[in-house]
Each structure stands twice: as structure tokens, then as C-alpha cells.
């Protein structure tokens, strides 16, 4: 008899199975449709972990970039307007410096160098405005390494009729930054070692002015010996002057104080001169510091040295001396002093802006280099998260056609029950 052959069949097992591998290709079919919306790779951290960990340190040293360059403009913005406003005051200076040489023409009355003066005062506050001006924060722009929100105090009792109320000093700038501020102190304030600016003005201790009957001038301080320089104002006074003993010749006896007292006083030097030519002279006897004098001397003269411890006290010196010149020989002195110590001034007033111009050019600089980095930062993220549109089209494509088989299959298995392999 022959036998017959029977296959058992589990209809709960193959539903199952064909149930799970629909559902696990739906989930692919699901997470590639997500990649495809989002165009990454990796949606979340489990997704490729190593690719997430590099993503995420891309992702943040950009932020940090955004910060940098975020407070690189708030710097850029500060030193720009601190670069402007040494641009305002050299041209208000330029301007001080103009009405100084017309001071010096020999036709104006006393009244009409007053009026001089006076316009110069005018300008010397507005000098003193731009030194002590704030940037957008409320800030000083020359606070240097920290000051009080007016840099700039005074005028105050001499010797240091203007103060720099702060620290001294340039911030240093670092790989992604630059300072916020400029050192005012080394823009506006003088060093008489650094400097040599000093106001020099002659009179007689018997007259007061030097009488219109005689000439007597001296030319502009200058820096001898800057490791001797004290800082000590000096008076020189006129003891003796002789004619006689050398024909041709004129010889001055004088005496300098020195105040404060360093080294001095100095008493009985004498220098000569062609008699003829009256002058120069050179005066000797202060430390690191040298002066000629020109005109003709007289027993009472006294020439009066004293440093200016700033631009503002600069101005101040040319307002005073040029408003009180009795005559023609006192204009001349105040102007020739004034022209000299505002170039000086002008001269450290270009050089700071010449700093600031050197920061906005590194600004530029890192700008430059953070926007590179950011490019290559930007690259890494996106290798290591994005998703290749082709390869993830293709890949959803083949997991479409994979999961449309797998509902047909399914289809088919649902047929094979008992019931209907019996019938």
C-alpha cells in the first residue's frame, strides 16, 4: 500500500516571521525617509556614535567661533572710534597750531593775541572732550589698562597739572581678540626723558617783560642725555654779563635752581658768545638737557624751564603766554614754544593712531582666519552627520522595493492555512 506523505505546517510561526520582517523593514523604511527629510546621516547619537561625538565638537567650536567674532566686532567698533577720535584731535590740533603761527605776526596788538588765545582755549576743551570720550558701552576708548570713566583729570597744581587717572599700558591682543581700549596715557600725557617737552619763557626780574629796546629769545629744549634727565623744572638766572675782557666777545655768569631739588642748584657757570651776532648761547648745567639763547643778555633776566606734562598742558602754556605777551619779543618766544611742543604732540598722537590702525588690521586678519576655520569646522560637521543624497535615495529606493515584496509575500502567506490546503 502505498503511502501517503504529509508536511505540518505552522501557520502561527510563518505569520510571525512574516509580520516581524515587515515591521523591521517599515522601521528602516521609516528611519531612511527621516534621513532623506533632515539630510543627516546620523538623526540621533545611536545612529553612529563616533560620527555624533565628531559632530558635536565641530558644533561647538563654531559656536565658539560665532562668540569670538561676536565680541572681535564689539572690539573692532571700540578701537575704530578710538582711531577717529585721534584723527579729531590731531585735526583740532592741526587747527590750534594755525592759530599759534598767526599769533606770531608782528603786526597784532596785545588785544588781538588774546582774542587768539581765546579761540585757542576753545579748542584745547574740546582736546580734552575727545581724550576723555566713550565708546558705545559707556566705556573710555584710551583707558589703557584700566582707568576711571574720565581718563583724563585736571588741570590740577603743578608739577602734574594734568593726570592720567589710570594704568598705563597697552592690552595685549591674543590669537581671536584685540583690546577694547588705547593706552591715552602714552597718546596725550608726556615723558620729559621720552618727550623733552618743556615751555621755556624769559623775563626781568626788574622790568617783568624783556623791554622792547633789546632782544632775548631761546630755541626749544632738547634731550642731551635722557638717562640724566630728572624731570626737574629749571630757572636760570642772569648774575653777570661782560663785554669788556674779550673784545667781540660776550660772557654770562647765571645761576639755575632746579625744582624739585635733585642735583642742583647750580651756580656761577658762565658761557660766551659772538657779540656781533648775538648768539647763540649754550646754557649748561641741566642734567640730560640742552638750550641756546639768543638776543642780548642782562644782569636780571631770568629764563624760566618747565616741563609739560601733557598735550593739554601744552595748550594751556601757548593760551597763557600767547594772551599775556607784553610785546612783540614775548609773542615770538610763546609761539615759537607752542609750535614746537604741539608737533610733539601731534607726533604721539599720529603714532597711537598708527596702533589703532594696526589692531583694526589684525581684526581683519582673524576675521579672515576664524571665517576659514569655520568653512573647514563646517566641512568636518557635515562629513561626519550629513547624509549623501544619492546614496540615501538609492538606499530608501531599494528599502521601498524591499518592503512593497515583503507586503506581497505576506499576502501570499496569509493563504496558507489548513483549511484551505484541505479544500
Known sequence: MAGTSFSRLSTANTYDNALRNLQNKQTSLANLQENLTSGKRVVVASDDPTGAAQAERALTRLSRITSDQRALEMQRNSIASAESTLGDAVDALQNIRELVVSAGNGAYSASERRAIALQISGLRDQVISLANRNDSNGLPLFSALGSALAPFVGPQAPP?????????????????????????????????ARDGVYNVTVSNSITGSIPSSRTLQTGNVTIANSALVNGSAYTINVTGV?????????????NIAETPNVGGPYTALTSSFSTAQQGPMTVTGMPGLSLTIKGTPAVGDTIQVDTSASVFSVLDDAINDIGNAANGNAASQAVSQALHNIDIGMERLSAVRGQAGDLLNRADRITSSQEKRSVQLEADRSRAEDLDMIKGVSDFQNQQTGYQAALQSYAQVQKLSLFNYIS
Do not use: C, K, W
Not at 169 to 187: H, K, M, N, W, Y
Not at 242 to 254: A, C, L
Open 160 to 192: 602734574q597739572d594734568y593726570t592720567f587717572n589710570g594704568l598705563p599700558g597697552q592690552t595685549a591682543s591674543s590669537e581671536v581678540a584685540i583690546p577694547f581700549a588705547l593706552d591715552g596715557d602714552r597718546a596725550f600725557m608726556h615723558q620729559p
Open 242 to 254: 661782560d663785554t669788556v675782557t674779550v673784545p667781540g666777545t660776550t660772557t654770562v655768569t647765571y
